[in-house]
């Protein structure tokens, strides 16, 4: 059974840190592009960072450059969100999603396989 879940979500004060886990089952990861996004109340889900599965290429969202790095240990079929520097705006569910083949798009309907999300919330 394909399974990707997420977790490390939590409640965390401005300026400090999470680490949120994507954790894949029923496939080998090293063959997909891992994205990360996020949905917070009344907006669209966006691209917040993606790593390809063939050269450890990355992409980051303007909003999160600088503050956010993804990594992912095929050996563990996990990749890892490092989120440092947190503001309130970065409140949202955030989702890792897996996208078969080499190549990073951030466009969500082309991802084959989604975990169920975990809830990030920023605020003192």
């Known amino acids: 059974q394909v399974q990707l879940v997420e977790s490390g979500g939590g409640l965390v004060?401005?300026?400090?840190?999470?680490r949120v886990s994507c954790a894949a089952s029923?496939?080998?990861l090293g063959?997909?592009?891992i994205g990360w996004f996020r949905?917070?109340?009344?907006?669209?889900r966006?691209?917040?960072?993606?790593?390809?599965?063939?050269?450890?290429?990355t992409y980051y969202a303007d909003s999160v450059k600088g503050r956010f790095t993804i990594s992912r240990d095929n050996a563990k079929?996990?990749?890892y969100l490092q989120m440092d520097s947190l503001k309130p705006e970065d409140t949202a569910v955030y989702y890792c999603a897996a996208l078969f083949g080499p190549l990073?798009?951030?466009?969500?309907?082309?991802?084959d396989y989604w975990g169920q999300g975990t809830q990030v919330t920023v605020s003192s």
């Open 104 to 111: 990073i798009v951030v466009v969500p309907d082309e991802y």
């Open 26 to 28: 029923g496939f080998t």
């Open 13 to 18: 004060q401005p300026g400090g840190s999470l």
């Open 31 to 33: 063959y997909y592009v």
């Open 77 to 79: 079929n996990t990749v």
């Open 46 to 57: 966006e691209g917040v960072s993606c790593i390809s599965s063939s050269d450890g290429s």
């Open 39 to 44: 949905q917070a109340p009344g907006k669209e």
